[in-house]
């Protein structure tokens, strides 16, 4: 209700309720970075992620990694994955959830996640129905700090088949999503069918009428769903285009249009502007909160409220006041919503301050906003410099790039598919201004890893020493202005048919990351989702894996019955810890009780199964 006193953290709406664990989860982002999305996995899992030291917290994110990795798809405008100065071997485990979405034209940027949580098997639970909640928001997965906007419902799974608008929209979405998905996962899959038989509990907002829009790239835009004309209209954008808001100009009598300094003082159009500034209307910006700080809290929420005589209607989600966020250029997705945010409501809880106006005056408006004077806008060279090289990274990332591998050689090579002359060109253009850089995101540990990418035009690059642990799909691409000395980095997914190497790929890492104590603390993670105490020796530690002490006592702190009671609670626990073993049958770092242990437990399991189905 965009009460300043009831700001929310967007990461606790991913976390289970109550009694509840993650079954599936769908989110889509325009921008990712892997410290947010390590945020959100742990939140998905109900982990803090504010564990003592970095050995703890190195395994609650594998831990999450690992669980997670069949349950979760995260699909994000292909290019606007952050590229890391430091690399992690975690992270490139991450191409196992994240799926990129490349358009030829305007980009994917809706920002939403779908999460399906079921029930623990625990006293008080077991008769608890699913639980399906939706999230609309304009919050990208990165950690930057902006004032956003978000809308959240959630509802319960029943039996039969449920139509309606939310519903329809959710599923339609996912049907044209999940297909982009090249290594599709089965638990995703059936949250579809989970949506089909979810009644939702509708905030207030919503409780008139709650639909889901969306558009892909050339389909019908999300402007058809706009109101003809009405009293009065409630923009609030970071990003706006003219043509849009002379739209909404013409249709409404009296327009609140909130945005930014620099956004506004583009508009070249000085008529235009004198209009929408006019006595009728009322434009504000947003500016720092605090200025002490780094970062302020810049605009990047997305609403628009409409008024009549008889009603409002909301909208919220991620498209921007523009062409290109209403008329079908980029995918989008949004809530329209009715009783919907009142305007005065929203004015009153994020534009005016408390304070008694003054005999004749205007309402005081709040520290972190105020009305628009227009000033002189120069692009200076920095910002001429940064636009250059985000028109040169999204055309490098259109490319599309295929993967080899041999085993053998420990050579991976990568390969362009075509090379136009149009493209032989614009990069010989590009190589004059800027150098441009690429390596394998497994063997970043400096600049001097970075191959020249031009080898892509004239046969390829390979990357040699690459072990089965460092294969990932992951490519990181620099580009630095060889004048200004700025460059940018991103991320890009290669096209590569690694399924025979993923399990190997996976034990592989985890052989190297964890050792004798924290494969222990690992264990205990997967059975009571967080470690008994902390591991005593490093993750990224110096034991070999099959070397050191033989024996690992991993019952030592644990009964045969707490086990039993985990695999109880989630049957699906038994299918991590065999994947878990699995990784580590060559080692010396499992002992031979709790082989035999899990080996009888599986057997009597599977039995019990048996036994069910016949009975």
Same mark, same amino acid.
């Given at each position: 209700?965009?009460?300043p006193?009831?700001?929310?953290?967007?990461l606790?709406?991913?976390?289970?309720?109550?009694?509840?664990?993650?079954?599936?989860?769908?989110?889509?982002?325009?921008?990712?970075?892997f410290?947010?999305?390590?945020?959100?996995?742990?939140?998905?899992?109900?982990?803090d992620?504010?564990?003592?030291?970095?050995?703890?917290?190195?395994i609650?994110?594998?831990?999450?990694?690992?669980?997670?990795?069949?349950?979760?798809?995260?699909?994000?405008?292909?290019? !606007?994955?952050?590229?890391?100065?430091?690399?992690?071997?975690?992270?490139?485990l991450y191409?196992? =959830?994240?799926?990129?979405?490349?358009?030829?034209?305007?980009?994917? +940027?809706? %920002?939403?996640w779908?999460?399906?949580?079921?029930?623990?098997?625990?006293?008080?639970c077991?008769?608890?129905p699913?639980?399906?909640?939706?999230?609309?928001?304009?919050?990208?997965?990165?950690?930057?700090? &902006?004032?956003?906007?978000?809308?959240?419902?959630e509802?319960?799974?029943?039996?039969?088949?449920?139509?309606?608008p939310l519903?329809?929209?959710?599923i339609?979405?996912?049907?044209?999503? &999940?297909?982009?998905?090249?290594?599709?996962?089965?638990?995703?899959?059936?949250?579809?069918?989970?949506? *089909?038989?979810?009644?939702?509990?509708?905030?207030?907002?919503?409780?008139?009428?709650?639909?889901?829009?969306?558009?892909w790239?050339?389909?019908?835009?999300?402007?058809?769903?706009?109101?003809?004309?009405?009293r009065?209209a409630?923009?609030?954008?970071? /990003?706006?285009r003219?043509?849009?808001?002379?739209?909404?100009?013409?249709?409404?009598? %009296?327009?609140i249009?909130?945005?930014?300094?620099q956004?506004?003082?583009?508009?070249?159009?000085?008529?235009?502007v004198?209009?929408?500034?006019?006595?009728?209307?009322r434009?504000?910006?947003v500016?720092?909160?605090?200025?002490?700080?780094?970062e302020g809290?810049?605009?990047?929420?997305k609403?628009?409220?409409f008024?009549?005589?008889?009603?409002?209607?909301?909208?919220?989600?991620?498209?921007?006041?523009?062409?290109s966020?209403w008329?079908g250029?980029?995918?989008?997705?949004?809530?329209?919503?009715?009783?919907?945010?009142?305007?005065?409501?929203?004015?009153? !809880? /994020?534009? #005016?301050?408390?304070?008694?106006?003054?005999p004749?005056g205007?309402?005081? &408006?709040?520290?972190?906003i105020?009305?628009?004077?227009?000033?002189?806008?120069?692009?200076d060279?920095?910002?001429?410099? !940064?636009?250059?090289?985000?028109?040169?990274?999204?055309?490098?990332?259109r490319?599309?790039?295929?993967? =080899?591998y041999s085993?053998?050689n420990r050579?991976?090579?990568?390969r362009?598919?075509?090379?136009?002359?149009?493209?032989a060109s614009?990069? *010989?253009r590009w190589? *004059?201004?800027?150098?441009?850089?690429?390596?394998?995101?497994s063997?970043?540990?400096?600049?001097?890893?970075?191959?020249? /990418?031009?080898?892509?035009l004239?046969?390829?690059?390979?990357?040699?020493?690459?072990?089965v642990?460092?294969?990932?799909?992951?490519?990181?691409?620099?580009v630095?202005h060889? %004048?200004?000395? +700025?460059?940018?980095?991103?991320?890009?997914?290669?096209?590569?048919?690694?399924?025979?190497?993923?399990?190997?790929r996976?034990?592989?890492?985890?052989?190297?990351?964890?050792?004798?104590?924290?494969?222990?603390? #690992?264990?205990?993670?997967?059975?009571?989702?967080?470690?008994m105490?902390?591991?005593?020796s490093?993750?990224?530690?110096?034991?070999?894996p099959?070397?050191?002490?033989?024996?690992?006592?991993?019952?030592s702190?644990?009964t045969v019955?707490?086990?039993?009671r985990?695999?109880?609670e989630?049957?699906?626990? =038994?299918?991590?810890? *065999?994947?878990l073993?699995?990784?580590?049958?060559?080692? !010396?770092?499992?002992?031979?009780e /709790?082989r035999?242990?899990?080996?009888? #437990?599986?057997?009597a399991?599977a039995?019990?199964?048996?036994?069910?189905?016949?009975?």
């Open positions: 209700m965009f009460e006193t009831e700001r929310t953290n967007f606790d709406l991913l976390r289970p309720p109550a009694g509840y664990r993650l079954e599936s989860a769908v989110g889509t982002t325009y921008s990712l970075d410290v947010a999305l390590t945020a959100a996995l742990l939140c998905l899992i109900d982990v992620g504010d564990s003592d030291g970095n050995d703890s917290q190195q609650d994110t594998l831990h999450a990694i690992t669980r997670l990795a069949g349950r979760v798809r995260v699909f994000v405008n292909r290019g !606007q994955i952050s590229g890391p100065s430091h690399v992690s071997k975690v992270t490139t191409d196992r =959830i994240t799926c990129e979405v490349p358009l030829p034209e305007g980009s994917f +940027h809706p %920002k939403v779908v999460m399906h949580y079921r029930p623990r098997k625990v006293l008080g077991e008769a608890l699913g639980v399906v909640r939706a999230v609309c928001a304009s919050r990208n997965l990165t950690t930057s700090q &902006l004032w956003e906007a978000f809308i959240a419902y509802g319960k799974e029943g039996k039969g088949k449920v139509e309606g519903n329809r929209g959710l339609a979405f996912l049907d044209r999503l &999940l297909p982009a998905d090249q290594d599709p996962s089965l638990y995703v899959d059936r949250l579809h069918d989970a949506l *089909s038989r979810t009644t939702f509990d509708l905030p207030k907002p919503m409780q008139a009428e709650g639909r889901f829009l969306w558009q790239p050339g389909s019908d835009g999300l402007a058809r769903h706009l109101p003809n004309k009405g009065r409630l923009i609030v954008s970071p /990003f706006i003219t043509s849009f808001l002379q739209n909404l100009m013409s249709r409404f009598e %009296k327009l249009l909130i945005s930014r300094q956004e506004l003082d583009k508009i070249a159009d000085e008529q235009f004198s209009q929408l500034c006019a006595a009728s209307n434009v504000y910006v500016e720092p909160a605090d200025t002490e700080i780094d809290m810049d605009l990047h929420a609403l628009l409220s008024e009549d005589e008889r009603n409002t209607q909301t909208f919220l989600g991620s498209a921007n006041a523009s062409g966020g008329e250029r980029n995918c989008e997705a949004v809530i329209k919503c009715s009783p919907g945010v009142a305007i005065d409501h929203f004015c009153d !809880q /994020f534009v #005016f301050g408390e304070e008694p106006v003054k004749g205007r309402r005081p &408006l709040r520290g972190w105020r009305e628009y004077k227009r000033q002189v806008y120069i692009e060279e920095h910002d001429h410099t !940064q636009r250059y090289l985000e028109e040169v990274c999204a055309a490098l990332a490319l599309t790039l295929q993967a =080899i085993e053998e050579v991976l090579g990568v362009m598919n075509t090379v136009s002359p149009q493209m614009e990069f *010989s190589a *004059s201004d800027c150098e441009i850089g690429v390596a394998l995101l063997q970043l540990h400096s600049d001097a890893a970075l191959k020249p /990418f031009g080898e892509l004239t046969g390829g690059l390979s990357f040699i020493n690459v072990g642990a460092d294969l990932t799909e992951f490519l990181v691409v620099d630095a060889r %004048k200004h000395e +700025h460059h940018k980095r991103f991320i890009i997914k290669v096209a590569a048919d690694f399924s025979e190497w993923c399990d190997q996976d034990s592989a890492l985890l052989q190297q990351l964890l050792t004798r104590d924290s494969l222990k603390a #690992f264990l205990q993670a997967i059975l009571f989702d967080a470690p105490r902390p591991p005593s490093s993750v990224e530690g110096t034991d070999p099959n070397g050191g002490r033989s024996g690992l006592a991993l019952l702190d644990l019955e707490d086990v039993l985990s695999c109880t989630d049957v699906s626990r =038994i299918e991590e810890i *065999s994947h073993l699995k990784a580590f049958e060559h080692t !010396q770092l499992i002992d031979e /709790f035999r242990f899990w080996s009888t #437990f599986i057997a399991e039995e019990a199964r048996r036994t069910s189905t016949n009975g």
